[in-house]
Protein backbone atom coordinates (compact mmCIF):
# COMPACT_ATOMS: atom_id res chain seq x y z
CA UNK A 1 0.00 0.00 0.00
CA UNK A 2 2.32 2.68 -0.87
CA UNK A 3 0.59 4.92 -2.90
CA UNK A 4 -2.01 7.12 -1.16
CA UNK A 5 -5.74 5.36 -0.35
CA UNK A 6 -7.96 7.03 -3.43
CA UNK A 7 -11.60 6.67 -1.18
CA UNK A 8 -13.87 7.99 -3.80
CA UNK A 9 -13.24 6.06 -7.19
CA UNK A 10 -12.91 2.66 -4.96
CA UNK A 11 -16.31 3.74 -3.16
CA UNK A 12 -17.88 4.03 -6.53
CA UNK A 13 -16.56 0.77 -8.04
CA UNK A 14 -18.20 -1.09 -5.40
CA UNK A 15 -21.54 1.33 -5.38
CA UNK A 16 -21.70 0.30 -9.19
CA UNK A 17 -21.01 -3.25 -8.76
CA UNK A 18 -23.27 -3.63 -6.17
CA UNK A 19 -26.30 -1.42 -7.49
CA UNK A 20 -26.35 -3.96 -10.22
CA UNK A 21 -25.98 -7.28 -8.48
CA UNK A 22 -28.81 -6.25 -5.79
CA UNK A 23 -30.99 -5.03 -9.04
CA UNK A 24 -30.25 -8.62 -10.27
CA UNK A 25 -31.60 -10.37 -7.33
CA UNK A 26 -34.88 -9.30 -6.91
CA UNK A 27 -35.44 -7.78 -10.55
CA UNK A 28 -36.35 -11.23 -12.11
CA UNK A 29 -39.03 -11.69 -9.55
CA UNK A 30 -41.80 -9.69 -11.31
CA UNK A 31 -41.05 -12.44 -14.51
CA UNK A 32 -41.64 -15.55 -12.41
CA UNK A 33 -45.28 -15.76 -13.99
CA UNK A 34 -44.37 -15.11 -17.15
CA UNK A 35 -41.70 -17.65 -17.19
CA UNK A 36 -43.75 -20.45 -15.74
CA UNK A 37 -45.92 -20.20 -18.83
CA UNK A 38 -42.62 -19.25 -21.23
CA UNK A 39 -40.45 -22.13 -19.79
CA UNK A 40 -43.15 -24.58 -19.44
CA UNK A 41 -42.83 -25.65 -15.51
CA UNK A 42 -44.33 -25.00 -12.24
CA UNK A 43 -44.61 -23.00 -9.36
CA UNK A 44 -43.02 -24.85 -6.92
CA UNK A 45 -40.28 -25.28 -9.63
CA UNK A 46 -39.87 -21.67 -11.05
CA UNK A 47 -39.62 -20.68 -6.87
CA UNK A 48 -36.11 -22.08 -7.39
CA UNK A 49 -34.17 -19.28 -9.13
CA UNK A 50 -34.56 -17.09 -6.13
CA UNK A 51 -33.79 -20.12 -3.83
CA UNK A 52 -30.84 -21.38 -5.83
CA UNK A 53 -29.92 -17.72 -5.65
CA UNK A 54 -30.29 -17.16 -2.05
CA UNK A 55 -28.52 -20.65 -1.23
CA UNK A 56 -25.57 -19.85 -2.78
CA UNK A 57 -25.29 -16.78 -0.96
CA UNK A 58 -26.35 -18.80 2.23
CA UNK A 59 -23.08 -21.05 1.23
CA UNK A 60 -20.65 -18.90 0.12
CA UNK A 61 -20.70 -15.81 2.04
CA UNK A 62 -19.70 -16.97 5.27
CA UNK A 63 -16.46 -18.31 3.37
CA UNK A 64 -15.55 -14.84 2.30
CA UNK A 65 -14.02 -13.85 5.53
CA UNK A 66 -11.45 -16.33 4.49
CA UNK A 67 -11.18 -15.33 0.74
CA UNK A 68 -10.80 -11.41 1.87
CA UNK A 69 -7.53 -12.75 3.87
CA UNK A 70 -6.30 -15.10 1.19
CA UNK A 71 -6.59 -13.02 -1.94
CA UNK A 72 -6.19 -9.21 -2.45
CA UNK A 73 -8.95 -6.30 -2.68
CA UNK A 74 -8.35 -6.29 -6.59
CA UNK A 75 -8.38 -9.81 -6.97
CA UNK A 76 -11.65 -10.24 -5.66
CA UNK A 77 -13.58 -7.44 -6.93
CA UNK A 78 -12.66 -8.34 -10.52
CA UNK A 79 -13.28 -11.93 -9.59
CA UNK A 80 -16.71 -11.23 -8.47
CA UNK A 81 -17.79 -8.90 -11.65
CA UNK A 82 -16.64 -11.61 -14.00
CA UNK A 83 -19.07 -13.98 -12.41
CA UNK A 84 -21.72 -11.41 -12.17
CA UNK A 85 -21.09 -11.01 -16.01
CA UNK A 86 -21.11 -14.39 -16.97
CA UNK A 87 -23.55 -15.09 -15.30
CA UNK A 88 -26.09 -12.00 -16.59
CA UNK A 89 -24.91 -13.33 -20.33
CA UNK A 90 -25.67 -17.07 -19.39
CA UNK A 91 -29.56 -15.83 -18.07
CA UNK A 92 -29.69 -12.87 -21.38
CA UNK A 93 -29.34 -16.39 -23.74
CA UNK A 94 -30.88 -18.97 -21.45
CA UNK A 95 -33.14 -21.13 -23.65
CA UNK A 96 -34.57 -23.70 -20.59
CA UNK A 97 -35.47 -23.30 -17.37
CA UNK A 98 -31.70 -25.44 -15.81
CA UNK A 99 -29.56 -22.56 -18.35
CA UNK A 100 -31.58 -19.61 -16.57
CA UNK A 101 -30.57 -21.91 -12.69
CA UNK A 102 -27.17 -21.96 -13.68
CA UNK A 103 -27.06 -18.56 -14.41
CA UNK A 104 -28.76 -17.38 -11.07
CA UNK A 105 -26.34 -19.31 -9.05
CA UNK A 106 -23.13 -18.02 -10.91
CA UNK A 107 -24.89 -14.28 -10.19
CA UNK A 108 -25.01 -15.03 -6.62
CA UNK A 109 -21.43 -16.32 -6.62
CA UNK A 110 -20.84 -13.27 -7.69
CA UNK A 111 -22.69 -11.14 -5.39
CA UNK A 112 -21.69 -13.89 -2.55
CA UNK A 113 -18.18 -12.29 -3.01
CA UNK A 114 -18.91 -8.49 -3.79
CA UNK A 115 -20.87 -8.04 -0.92
CA UNK A 116 -18.74 -8.74 2.40
CA UNK A 117 -15.55 -7.22 0.35
CA UNK A 118 -17.91 -3.68 -0.13
CA UNK A 119 -18.48 -3.69 3.42
CA UNK A 120 -14.95 -4.73 4.60
CA UNK A 121 -13.01 -2.50 2.67
CA UNK A 122 -15.02 0.74 4.06
CA UNK A 123 -14.29 -0.12 7.23
CA UNK A 124 -10.26 -0.09 6.39
CA UNK A 125 -10.44 3.12 4.07
CA UNK A 126 -12.67 5.57 6.12
CA UNK A 127 -12.04 6.43 9.68
CA UNK A 128 -14.73 5.90 12.26
CA UNK A 129 -15.83 9.22 12.43
CA UNK A 130 -16.88 9.26 8.74
CA UNK A 131 -17.56 5.45 7.92
CA UNK A 132 -21.34 6.65 8.92
CA UNK A 133 -21.44 8.88 5.83
CA UNK A 134 -19.93 5.90 4.01
CA UNK A 135 -22.08 3.07 5.03
CA UNK A 136 -25.33 5.62 4.46
CA UNK A 137 -24.10 5.97 0.54
CA UNK A 138 -23.70 1.97 0.65
CA UNK A 139 -27.40 1.58 2.20
CA UNK A 140 -28.38 3.71 -0.57
CA UNK A 141 -27.73 0.88 -3.26
CA UNK A 142 -28.70 -1.83 -0.95
CA UNK A 143 -32.05 -0.78 -0.27
CA UNK A 144 -32.52 1.41 -3.31
CA UNK A 145 -31.77 -1.45 -6.04
CA UNK A 146 -34.35 -3.91 -4.82
CA UNK A 147 -36.93 -1.56 -4.33
CA UNK A 148 -36.57 0.06 -7.71
CA UNK A 149 -36.00 -3.16 -9.50
CA UNK A 150 -40.02 -4.37 -9.40
CA UNK A 151 -40.66 -1.09 -11.42
CA UNK A 152 -37.59 -1.40 -13.93
CA UNK A 153 -38.89 -4.80 -14.48
CA UNK A 154 -42.31 -4.19 -14.79
CA UNK A 155 -41.39 -1.76 -17.33
CA UNK A 156 -38.76 -3.87 -19.08
CA UNK A 157 -42.00 -7.12 -19.39
CA UNK A 158 -44.48 -4.44 -20.96
CA UNK A 159 -42.61 -3.85 -23.93
CA UNK A 160 -39.35 -6.48 -23.99
CA UNK A 161 -39.21 -10.04 -22.65
CA UNK A 162 -37.82 -11.38 -19.91
CA UNK A 163 -34.54 -11.81 -21.46
CA UNK A 164 -34.08 -7.69 -21.19
CA UNK A 165 -33.68 -7.48 -17.60
CA UNK A 166 -29.93 -9.28 -17.66
CA UNK A 167 -29.31 -7.80 -20.97
CA UNK A 168 -30.54 -4.55 -19.93
CA UNK A 169 -27.70 -5.10 -16.55
CA UNK A 170 -24.52 -6.13 -18.28
CA UNK A 171 -23.51 -2.82 -19.80
CA UNK A 172 -23.36 -1.81 -16.42
CA UNK A 173 -21.35 -4.38 -15.09
CA UNK A 174 -18.84 -4.06 -17.93
CA UNK A 175 -18.72 -0.41 -16.76
CA UNK A 176 -17.74 -1.26 -13.39
CA UNK A 177 -15.22 -4.20 -14.31
CA UNK A 178 -13.80 -1.53 -16.63
CA UNK A 179 -13.97 0.64 -14.10
CA UNK A 180 -12.77 -1.47 -10.85
CA UNK A 181 -9.65 -2.68 -13.62
CA UNK A 182 -8.14 1.10 -13.35
CA UNK A 183 -9.07 2.25 -10.32
CA UNK A 184 -9.63 -0.06 -7.26
CA UNK A 185 -6.52 -0.92 -4.87
CA UNK A 186 -5.56 -2.93 -2.38
CA UNK A 187 -5.95 -2.36 0.98
CA UNK A 188 -6.64 -5.52 2.95
CA UNK A 189 -4.03 -7.14 4.67
CA UNK A 190 -3.56 -11.02 3.16
CA UNK A 191 -2.61 -13.39 6.43
CA UNK A 192 -3.10 -16.18 3.93
CA UNK A 193 -5.29 -18.62 6.48
CA UNK A 194 -5.33 -22.52 5.42
CA UNK A 195 -8.93 -23.56 3.98
CA UNK A 196 -10.42 -25.79 6.86
CA UNK A 197 -12.47 -28.34 4.84
CA UNK A 198 -14.12 -29.19 7.86
CA UNK A 199 -15.56 -25.56 8.75
CA UNK A 200 -16.73 -25.20 4.65
CA UNK A 201 -18.38 -28.79 4.83
CA UNK A 202 -19.90 -27.79 8.30
CA UNK A 203 -21.14 -23.50 7.65
CA UNK A 204 -22.15 -25.45 4.01
CA UNK A 205 -24.85 -27.20 5.47
CA UNK A 206 -25.74 -25.07 8.13
CA UNK A 207 -26.26 -21.91 6.63
CA UNK A 208 -27.77 -23.63 3.49
CA UNK A 209 -29.66 -26.00 5.58
CA UNK A 210 -31.59 -23.47 6.97
CA UNK A 211 -32.10 -20.70 3.98
CA UNK A 212 -33.39 -24.22 2.07
CA UNK A 213 -35.77 -25.11 4.78
CA UNK A 214 -37.13 -21.98 5.06
CA UNK A 215 -36.95 -20.94 1.60
CA UNK A 216 -39.23 -24.17 0.86
CA UNK A 217 -41.24 -23.93 4.09
CA UNK A 218 -44.01 -21.70 2.22
CA UNK A 219 -44.84 -23.92 -0.65
CA UNK A 220 -44.06 -27.41 1.18
CA UNK A 221 -45.24 -26.65 4.08
CA UNK A 222 -43.68 -27.09 7.63
CA UNK A 223 -44.44 -30.35 8.34
CA UNK A 224 -42.88 -31.74 4.91
CA UNK A 225 -40.07 -33.99 5.52
CA UNK A 226 -37.93 -32.20 3.55
CA UNK A 227 -38.43 -28.86 4.87
CA UNK A 228 -37.63 -30.52 8.52
CA UNK A 229 -35.24 -32.35 7.18
CA UNK A 230 -33.05 -29.49 6.17
CA UNK A 231 -33.95 -27.63 9.14
CA UNK A 232 -32.21 -30.03 11.43
CA UNK A 233 -29.34 -30.35 9.18
CA UNK A 234 -29.07 -26.77 8.93
CA UNK A 235 -29.33 -26.48 13.43
CA UNK A 236 -26.76 -30.20 13.47
CA UNK A 237 -24.59 -27.94 11.12
CA UNK A 238 -24.07 -24.65 12.44
CA UNK A 239 -23.74 -25.97 16.07
CA UNK A 240 -20.72 -28.20 14.37
CA UNK A 241 -19.85 -25.51 12.86
CA UNK A 242 -19.12 -23.41 15.76
CA UNK A 243 -18.18 -26.10 17.89
CA UNK A 244 -15.37 -26.36 14.78
CA UNK A 245 -14.65 -22.89 15.44
CA UNK A 246 -14.20 -22.32 18.96
CA UNK A 247 -11.35 -24.85 18.77
CA UNK A 248 -9.58 -23.59 16.12
CA UNK A 249 -6.41 -21.37 16.36
CA UNK A 250 -7.35 -19.82 12.95
CA UNK A 251 -11.05 -20.14 12.56
CA UNK A 252 -12.47 -19.68 9.38
CA UNK A 253 -14.94 -16.80 11.10
CA UNK A 254 -14.16 -16.03 14.10
CA UNK A 255 -16.93 -16.23 16.48
CA UNK A 256 -15.12 -13.74 19.14
CA UNK A 257 -16.82 -11.13 17.33
CA UNK A 258 -20.05 -12.23 19.20
CA UNK A 259 -18.09 -11.21 22.80
CA UNK A 260 -18.85 -7.27 21.41
CA UNK A 261 -22.05 -6.64 22.84
CA UNK A 262 -22.45 -3.83 20.49
CA UNK A 263 -21.53 -5.82 17.77
CA UNK A 264 -24.44 -8.84 18.50
CA UNK A 265 -26.83 -6.21 19.03
CA UNK A 266 -26.38 -4.35 15.49
CA UNK A 267 -26.31 -7.99 14.21
CA UNK A 268 -29.73 -8.39 15.74
CA UNK A 269 -31.38 -4.87 14.93
CA UNK A 270 -29.95 -5.80 11.23
CA UNK A 271 -31.68 -9.28 11.23
CA UNK A 272 -34.92 -7.87 12.03
CA UNK A 273 -35.20 -5.47 9.94
CA UNK A 274 -34.20 -7.56 7.56
CA UNK A 275 -36.81 -9.59 7.99
CA UNK A 276 -39.26 -6.60 8.36
CA UNK A 277 -38.10 -5.43 4.49
CA UNK A 278 -38.26 -9.21 2.83
CA UNK A 279 -41.67 -9.84 4.33
CA UNK A 280 -43.28 -6.31 2.93
CA UNK A 281 -41.22 -6.55 -0.20
CA UNK A 282 -43.31 -10.69 -0.91
CA UNK A 283 -46.64 -9.33 0.66
CA UNK A 284 -47.33 -5.98 -0.81
CA UNK A 285 -46.72 -6.74 -4.70
CA UNK A 286 -48.87 -9.69 -4.05
CA UNK A 287 -51.51 -7.27 -2.06
CA UNK A 288 -51.34 -5.04 -5.01
CA UNK A 289 -51.78 -7.12 -7.82
CA UNK A 290 -54.15 -9.65 -5.89
CA UNK A 291 -56.25 -7.65 -3.63
CA UNK A 292 -56.28 -4.26 -5.53
CA UNK A 293 -55.70 -6.51 -9.17
CA UNK A 294 -53.53 -3.76 -10.36
CA UNK A 295 -51.06 -4.51 -13.01
CA UNK A 296 -47.15 -5.55 -12.81
CA UNK A 297 -46.34 -1.93 -14.09
CA UNK A 298 -48.89 -0.16 -11.58
CA UNK A 299 -47.52 -2.09 -8.80
CA UNK A 300 -43.78 -1.63 -9.15
CA UNK A 301 -45.14 1.95 -9.72
CA UNK A 302 -47.16 2.46 -6.41
CA UNK A 303 -43.62 0.75 -4.77
CA UNK A 304 -41.64 2.76 -6.33
CA UNK A 305 -41.90 6.13 -3.63
CA UNK A 306 -40.91 3.99 -0.83
CA UNK A 307 -37.52 3.02 -2.85
CA UNK A 308 -36.46 6.77 -3.69
CA UNK A 309 -37.21 8.19 -0.13
CA UNK A 310 -35.32 5.65 0.81
CA UNK A 311 -32.67 6.18 -1.26
CA UNK A 312 -32.41 9.58 -0.40
CA UNK A 313 -32.48 9.24 3.21
CA UNK A 314 -29.87 6.47 3.63
CA UNK A 315 -27.21 9.06 3.03
CA UNK A 316 -28.42 12.00 5.41
CA UNK A 317 -29.22 9.34 7.89
CA UNK A 318 -25.30 8.04 7.53
CA UNK A 319 -24.29 11.80 8.47
CA UNK A 320 -26.64 12.09 11.37
CA UNK A 321 -24.65 8.90 12.69
CA UNK A 322 -21.58 10.39 12.50
CA UNK A 323 -22.61 12.95 14.59
CA UNK A 324 -24.83 11.54 16.49
CA UNK A 325 -24.54 8.26 16.83
CA UNK A 326 -27.19 5.01 16.49
CA UNK A 327 -29.23 4.98 19.43
CA UNK A 328 -31.18 8.47 18.46
CA UNK A 329 -31.67 6.62 14.75
CA UNK A 330 -32.64 3.19 15.69
CA UNK A 331 -35.33 3.41 17.93
CA UNK A 332 -37.05 6.06 16.03
CA UNK A 333 -36.45 3.64 12.88
CA UNK A 334 -38.07 0.53 14.93
CA UNK A 335 -41.17 2.93 15.76
CA UNK A 336 -42.00 4.30 12.16
CA UNK A 337 -41.48 0.18 11.14
CA UNK A 338 -43.58 -0.84 13.72
CA UNK A 339 -46.74 2.45 12.93
CA UNK A 340 -45.99 1.29 9.37
CA UNK A 341 -46.95 -2.13 10.46
CA UNK A 342 -50.53 -0.93 12.23
CA UNK A 343 -51.57 0.27 9.21
CA UNK A 344 -51.04 -2.31 6.92
CA UNK A 345 -52.47 -4.35 8.97
CA UNK A 346 -56.16 -2.72 8.40
CA UNK A 347 -55.87 -2.96 4.25
CA UNK A 348 -57.99 -3.84 2.12
CA UNK A 349 -59.95 -3.66 -1.26
CA UNK A 350 -61.19 -0.09 -0.92
CA UNK A 351 -57.45 1.21 0.76
CA UNK A 352 -56.28 3.44 -1.92
CA UNK A 353 -52.76 3.53 -3.88
CA UNK A 354 -51.98 6.69 -1.89
CA UNK A 355 -52.32 5.36 1.25
CA UNK A 356 -49.86 2.51 0.00
CA UNK A 357 -47.96 4.86 -0.91
CA UNK A 358 -47.18 6.86 2.50
CA UNK A 359 -47.29 3.83 4.82
CA UNK A 360 -44.78 1.94 2.39
CA UNK A 361 -42.89 5.18 2.78
CA UNK A 362 -42.62 5.96 6.06
CA UNK A 363 -41.79 2.29 6.41
CA UNK A 364 -38.71 2.59 4.64
CA UNK A 365 -37.68 5.69 6.46
CA UNK A 366 -37.88 3.64 9.34
CA UNK A 367 -35.68 1.03 7.60
CA UNK A 368 -33.10 3.37 6.42
CA UNK A 369 -32.63 5.04 10.28
CA UNK A 370 -31.92 1.87 11.13
CA UNK A 371 -30.28 -0.46 8.64
CA UNK A 372 -26.50 1.84 8.04
CA UNK A 373 -26.39 2.93 11.51
CA UNK A 374 -27.06 -0.39 13.22
CA UNK A 375 -24.73 -2.20 10.80
CA UNK A 376 -22.13 0.38 11.32
CA UNK A 377 -22.26 0.56 14.82
CA UNK A 378 -21.41 -3.05 15.35
CA UNK A 379 -19.07 -3.67 13.01
CA UNK A 380 -17.19 0.10 14.71
CA UNK A 381 -16.91 -1.92 17.68
CA UNK A 382 -14.57 -4.16 16.71
CA UNK A 383 -10.75 -4.41 16.35
CA UNK A 384 -9.22 -4.09 12.59
CA UNK A 385 -8.26 -7.57 12.55
CA UNK A 386 -11.88 -8.94 13.35
CA UNK A 387 -13.31 -6.89 10.67
CA UNK A 388 -13.55 -9.66 7.74
CA UNK A 389 -15.15 -12.27 10.37
CA UNK A 390 -17.96 -9.06 11.30
CA UNK A 391 -18.43 -8.44 7.92
CA UNK A 392 -18.91 -12.05 6.94
CA UNK A 393 -21.52 -12.98 10.10
CA UNK A 394 -23.18 -10.10 9.13
CA UNK A 395 -23.98 -10.09 5.63
CA UNK A 396 -24.58 -14.17 5.93
CA UNK A 397 -27.15 -13.59 8.22
CA UNK A 398 -28.94 -10.91 6.04
CA UNK A 399 -29.43 -13.28 3.42
CA UNK A 400 -30.67 -16.21 6.04
CA UNK A 401 -33.00 -13.43 7.95
CA UNK A 402 -34.60 -12.87 4.04
CA UNK A 403 -35.16 -16.18 3.59
CA UNK A 404 -37.16 -16.68 6.83
CA UNK A 405 -38.56 -13.52 6.56
CA UNK A 406 -40.20 -14.28 3.09
CA UNK A 407 -40.95 -17.98 4.28
CA UNK A 408 -42.71 -16.63 7.53
CA UNK A 409 -44.86 -14.02 6.02
CA UNK A 410 -46.32 -16.57 3.36
CA UNK A 411 -47.10 -19.53 5.82
CA UNK A 412 -48.63 -17.03 7.93
CA UNK A 413 -50.87 -15.53 4.95
CA UNK A 414 -51.53 -19.13 3.72
CA UNK A 415 -52.65 -20.46 6.94
CA UNK A 416 -54.82 -17.50 7.78
CA UNK A 417 -56.27 -17.57 4.24
CA UNK A 418 -57.09 -21.36 4.60
CA UNK A 419 -58.86 -20.56 8.66
CA UNK A 420 -60.84 -17.99 7.37
CA UNK A 421 -62.45 -19.63 3.71
CA UNK A 422 -63.25 -22.87 6.73
CA UNK A 423 -65.14 -19.96 8.96
CA UNK A 424 -66.68 -18.47 6.22
CA UNK A 425 -67.52 -21.71 4.30
CA UNK A 426 -68.96 -21.32 0.66
CA UNK A 427 -69.67 -17.90 1.27
CA UNK A 428 -66.02 -16.73 1.46
CA UNK A 429 -64.64 -14.65 -0.97
CA UNK A 430 -60.80 -15.74 -2.32
CA UNK A 431 -59.90 -12.13 -2.43
CA UNK A 432 -61.22 -11.50 1.13
CA UNK A 433 -59.50 -14.65 2.26
CA UNK A 434 -56.02 -13.40 0.57
CA UNK A 435 -56.70 -10.16 2.72
CA UNK A 436 -57.24 -11.40 5.19
CA UNK A 437 -54.07 -13.60 5.44
CA UNK A 438 -52.17 -10.63 4.10
CA UNK A 439 -53.12 -8.98 7.17
CA UNK A 440 -52.70 -11.25 9.73
CA UNK A 441 -49.29 -11.52 8.23
CA UNK A 442 -48.59 -7.96 8.99
CA UNK A 443 -49.86 -8.51 12.86
CA UNK A 444 -47.01 -11.25 13.41
CA UNK A 445 -44.63 -8.50 11.45
CA UNK A 446 -45.76 -5.90 14.32
CA UNK A 447 -43.47 -8.17 17.02
CA UNK A 448 -40.84 -7.81 15.13
CA UNK A 449 -40.77 -4.17 14.80
CA UNK A 450 -41.83 -4.38 18.65
CA UNK A 451 -38.75 -6.74 19.57
CA UNK A 452 -36.39 -4.52 17.53
CA UNK A 453 -37.95 -1.02 19.81
CA UNK A 454 -36.49 -3.01 22.98
CA UNK A 455 -33.10 -3.99 21.56
CA UNK A 456 -32.62 -0.24 20.67
CA UNK A 457 -32.56 0.82 24.13
CA UNK A 458 -29.59 -1.27 24.79
CA UNK A 459 -27.91 0.26 21.80
CA UNK A 460 -25.05 2.82 23.42
CA UNK A 461 -25.52 6.43 22.67
CA UNK A 462 -21.95 8.19 20.26
CA UNK A 463 -20.24 8.79 23.37
CA UNK A 464 -20.42 5.96 25.38
CA UNK A 465 -19.19 4.20 21.94
CA UNK A 466 -16.80 6.28 21.77
CA UNK A 467 -15.28 5.63 24.97
CA UNK A 468 -15.47 1.73 24.21
CA UNK A 469 -13.43 1.81 20.71
CA UNK A 470 -11.19 3.67 22.12
Not at 131 to 145: C, D, E, Q, W, Y
Not at 277 to 288: E, F, K, N, Q
Request: aromatic fraction near 12%.
Amino acid sequence: MSQPIKKTPILAAFLIAGFVGLFSETALNMALGQLVIELGVEHTTIQWLTTGYLLTLGILVPISGLLIQKFTTRQLFLTSLIFSIIGTIIAGLAPTFAFLLMARIVQAIGTAILLPLMFNTVLLIFPIEKRGSAMGVMGLVIMFAPAISPTVSGIILEYLTWHWIFWTTLPFLVFALIFGYFYMQNVNELTHPKIDVLSVIFSSIGFGGIVYGFSVAGDKGWSSSIVIIALAAGVIGLALFAWRQNNMEKPMINLKVLKYPMFTLGLIAVFIAFMCILSTMILLPLYLQTGLALATFAAGLVLLPGGIINGIFSPIVGRLFDNYGAKVLVMPGFILIGIAFVFFMQIDQQTSQLTIIVLHSVMMIGVSLVMAPAQTNGLNQLPRHLYPDGTALMNTLQQVSGAIGTAVAITIMSSAQASFVTEQGASASSVDAFIYGVQTSFKYAIALAVIGIILSFFIKGKQQTAKQSN
